[in-house]
């Protein structure tokens, strides 16, 4: 399994913007599914936005769809999400994971389980 690790986190007032960095230095990430999640205290783990590392086809959950876009610099072997307009909402743990190529194409990379975890990094927005 990809090992990767996430940085980027701080805290942030509402109506700002961040963006994390999912770093995985040991692998080459051509043809993966590589997928942000986040989990809030007491909440399960969400699956918020995914890019197909291939020919870099995003996807969404609704709930931040129009606000985050995750993009991927190869030279870095790097991905991203930026996040503007947070809300409060947004205040979660956030993770990425590299999967499978096909999980992009079948809609699973939301699924949390079975993935490999970084350490995460934390993202409170406060008004």
């Known amino acids: 399994q990809v090992q990767v690790a996430e940085s980027g986190g701080d805290s942030v007032q509402a109506g700002g913007s961040l963006r994390l960095s999912c770093a995985a230095p040991?692998?080459?990430?051509?043809?993966?599914?590589v997928a942000w999640f986040r989990q809030a205290p007491g909440k399960e783990r969400e699956g918020v936005a995914a890019i197909a590392t291939a020919n870099g086809r995003t996807f969404y959950d609704a709930s931040v769809k129009g606000r985050f876009t995750i993009s991927q610099n190869n030279a870095k072997n790097t991905m991203y999400l930026q996040m503007n307009s947070l809300t409060l909402d947004d205040t979660a743990q956030y993770y990425c994971?590299?999967?499978?190529?096909?999980?992009?194409?079948?809609?699973?990379?939301?699924?949390?389980?079975?993935?490999?975890w970084g350490q995460g990094t934390q993202v409170n927005v406060s008004t």
């Open positions: 994971a590299a999967m499978e190529a096909d999980n992009c194409l079948k809609g699973s990379w939301a699924l949390a389980r079975g993935r490999s």
């Open positions: 040991e692998y080459t990430l051509t043809s993966y599914c």
